[in-house]
């Protein structure tokens, strides 16, 4: 059975830091992961998603990596803003069965 | 991208009581959908899985007789929560996949339950 962790749980910084938000999976079968971004009481927003077959993705100021080996993908955030203040999720697809797991999540709180 | 739209948004109903929410794909055939829910400060936890014109999986756990999943067509699939009680109250989310062969998630924007 797939397991997805999030560290940290929560993560507090100051405005313009850069950070890094960790995610692990325990099945490296894997058909893509995909990080999400939740507001409070709200959906869920796709921030970038990988293939399995891909190591790395960016999106603005966003860069996402892929270790499928090691069961590990990191979520960069260059530059925090207020804005980027979110529950930050991380997801993976499996390989055979199509079934997406999710991690517990990252609150992030970037204070100006 | 491909939308996934969910009504209602929002809910407050009776305890006793059972809701209907519907799970549409707008602009794609989901042969598929994923029917999730989020308790507070949790994550998503998938409920059930059910294809086009076939019986729902259940995921352990999850009560089938108390949560009826319907999936007529290929862009309605709807979720009754039977005889709703406050511990029920939560976020509904549904997730469509389609026959495109590109496993991208649609999810739909979720749909807030509280039973009184």
């Known amino acids: 059975k797939q397991e997805v962790t999030q560290i940290p749980a929560a993560l507090s910084v100051p405005e313009g830091e850069n950070l890094v938000l960790n995610c692990s999976f325990t099945?490296?079968?894997?058909?893509?992961l995909q990080w999400f971004r939740q507001d409070p009481g709200k959906g869920l927003t796709s921030l970038l998603l990988?293939?399995?077959?891909?190591r790395e993705q960016t999106s603005g100021r966003l860069n996402a990596s892929l270790d499928k080996s090691s069961g590990r993908s990191t979520l960069y955030i260059a530059a925090s803003q207020p804005g980027d203040s979110a529950t930050y999720l991380c997801?993976?697809?499996?390989?055979?069965?199509?079934?997406?797991?999710f991690g517990k999540g990252t609150l992030l709180t970037v204070n100006p | 991208g491909a939308v996934v739209s969910q009504h209602p948004s929002w809910v407050i109903c009776k305890s006793g009581t059972s809701v209907k929410i519907e799970c549409r794909s707008l602009?794609?055939?989901?042969?598929?959908m994923f029917w999730y829910r989020q308790f507070p400060k949790q994550s998503l936890m998938l409920m059930a899985t059910?294809?086009?014109?076939?019986?729902?999986?259940?995921e352990q756990g999850v009560e089938k007789d108390k949560f009826l999943i319907n999936h007529a067509s290929l862009t309605l699939s709807t979720l009754t929560v039977t005889s709703a009680h406050p511990e029920d109250s939560s976020f509904y989310i549904c997730?469509?996949?389609?026959?495109?062969?590109?496993?991208?998630?649609?999810f739909g924007p979720g749909t807030r339950l509280l039973v009184l």
């Open positions: 997730r469509g996949r389609g026959t495109s062969g590109k496993e991208t998630q649609y």
């Open positions: 997801a993976v697809l499996g390989g055979s069965n199509y079934k997406l797991t």
């Open positions: 602009d794609f055939q989901a042969t598929t």
């Open positions: 099945d490296s079968a894997i058909y893509n």
């Open positions: 990988i293939q399995s077959s891909q």
């Open positions: 059910s294809n086009e014109g076939s019986k729902a999986t259940y």
